[in-house]
């Protein structure tokens, strides 16, 4: 039996509720598409479950598991404002056999302590020694611990390398979509800070930096780049974003399942 895997097996969703973005775009998608659905839509094999403080029927979620690979859940309250982040989130993750890490999502974004009802918990609320134990707890649990970081973070050169360090993986995204040269000058950075990490590297199928459709041209481009790291094993994977984007008709959505059907059963 060949222990090939191909580009699809590669590829993960970033996984919202599929009405996420109905008071963004000011309409019901057409289909709506369940994390799982977007996942097949978009030819990948693994997901990532992410509230984004927006009730997830995690329950409904997990009986529908047809080709999925591996899974990672959010560390936040799903929904149960007051409770233990880490806890709650450890408690889901039996849910998905498949689940063999946990993500901090927008972990270094400051704007997140101005929401009244906070899903996440962000770094400057945490020392180093007690980032540490979460992260002993969580391999005690059997998963590995990762991160969201941004482009901008790393343009704004925040004072993070610290806490980075203290992660398993880091998941990369470029919150406005970059040119060509942001693309190359920070990706470039990002795994220069990550050397001995596992790494994924996110593509927006809408540029929600500036509130505005992605480029379907660049959207090709981040992913044909990232393809070429991917063969390098600069990174483990690609992710898309997200499931909920599908049924709004994104000449960037279409464009990013246009490349899958193209690359998706490539080796690598």
Not at 60 to 71: K, P, Q, R, T
Not at 87 to 103: A, G, H, N, Y
Not at 137 to 166: R, S, T
């Amino acid at each position: 039996m060949s222990n090939k895997k191909s580009v699809c097996d590669h590829l993960w969703i970033w996984g919202h509720s599929e009405d996420s973005f109905n008071e963004h775009f000011g309409r019901v998608p057409e289909p709506p598409m369940t994390p799982a659905e977007g996942m097949r839509k978009l030819g990948a094999k693994n997901i990532f479950f992410v509230p984004f403080s927006h009730f997830m029927d995690i329950n409904a979620y997990s009986c529908d598991i047809a080709g999925l690979a591996s899974v990672g859940l959010a560390v936040e309250t799903w929904g149960e404002y007051g409770t233990n982040r880490l806890e709650k989130t450890l408690s889901l993750c039996p849910m998905f056999p498949q689940t063999d890490r946990v993500i901090y999502d927008d972990f270094f974004c400051e704007e997140a302590l101005q929401v009244p009802q906070r899903h996440i918990k962000i770094w400057s609320e945490y020392t180093l020694e007690e980032l540490i134990a979460e992260r002993s707890i969580i391999h005690a649990a059997g998963y590995k611990m990762w991160l969201v970081l941004y482009q901008w973070q790393l343009q704004a050169k925040m004072d993070i390398q610290e806490y980075i360090d203290v992660f398993d993986g880091v998941s990369f995204w470029f919150w406005n979509e970059p040119t060509i040269k942001q693309y190359h000058e920070y990706s470039k950075l990002f795994r220069s800070m990550t050397v001995d990490k596992e790494r994924l590297i996110g593509c927006y199928l809408y540029n929600f930096g500036l509130l505005q459709s992605a480029d379907p041209k660049m959207v090709t481009y981040q992913l044909d780049r990232n393809l070429e790291l991917l063969k390098q094993k600069e990174i483990s994977g690609i992710v898309l974003h997200n499931n909920a984007l599908g049924g709004f008709g994104l000449p960037a959505f279409s464009a990013a399942v246009d490349w899958v059907t193209e690359h998706g059963a490539e080796n690598i």
